[in-house]
């Protein structure tokens, strides 16, 4: 299997993180920003060590919740990385 050129890094802003968390409480995101900060940047760097560029998607709270309305999944881990691999493969950031 060919390795990608690129991936997705699901990103949210200090101002969104909030509101993720409270519309996705079985998320599985850290309770505080700064941890989830601290894990998303390590993974990032140890992706782009690989050689593979990483590409991060802003996931906004209300875009994404739209998002999983209009596919009837609930917003958790598995539609978050569907939003990000569908964003990322359309051109998105």
Known sequence: ???????????????????????????????????????????????????VAVVRIRIEPEAFLAWCRARGTAPDAKARAAFVRETHEAGGS
């Open 1 to 51: 299997m060919e390795r990608p050129r690129s991936i997705g890094l699901a990103w949210y802003e200090p101002g969104d993180y909030p509101r993720i968390r409270e519309a996705a409480p079985e998320s599985g995101l850290p309770e505080s920003y700064a941890a989830w900060q601290m894990s998303a940047l390590q993974i990032e760097r140890e992706v782009a060590r690989s050689g």
